[in-house]
Nanobody, 128 residues
Framework: AVELQESGGASVQAGESLRLSCVAS????????MTWFRQGAGKEREHLAS????????EYSPGVKGRFTVSQDTTRTVLYLQINDLAPEDTAVYSC?????????????????????WGQGTQVTVSS
């Protein structure tokens, strides 16, 4: 079974940067969609960025484009989310999700798929 484990969350000051990691285990195919989400207190879960592991193609939600960068390592089992210029409104639990996909060819397609596996999340708290 596929398992995901996030790390890298912290309490930081506004303007700082963080890199979150999501380590995946149990993939049996390199064709997977992996996505970062976040959920702030009292808010709905928000899509941030998707990546198709077979080719590294990505898709971002409009609200995070420019400050957030999603990437993967060379093994295609670690997903990263670089967040720059953090602001208090970025405070949330950040989670990664994954779903196997043999038909997606890019992050745009991945964004449309609901993950079937989730990590437990990592807390990011930004103070002003």
């Amino acid at each position: 079974a596929v398992e995901l484990q996030e790390s890298g969350g912290a309490s930081v000051q506004a303007g700082e940067s963080l890199r979150l990691s999501c380590v995946a285990s149990g993939f049996t195919d390199r064709r997977n969609c992996m996505t970062w989400f976040r959920q702030g207190a009292g808010k709905e879960r928000e899509h941030l960025a998707s990546l198709y592991t077979d080719n590294g193609k990505t898709e971002y939600s409009p609200g995070v484009k420019g400050r957030f960068t999603v990437s993967q390592d060379t093994t295609r089992t670690v997903l990263y989310l670089q967040i720059n210029d953090l602001a208090p409104e970025d405070t949330a639990v950040y989670s990664c999700g994954a779903v196997s996909s043999t038909f997606c060819a890019n992050g745009v397609c991945c964004k449309l798929l609901n993950p079937t596996v989730w990590g437990q999340g990592t807390q990011v708290t930004v103070s002003s």
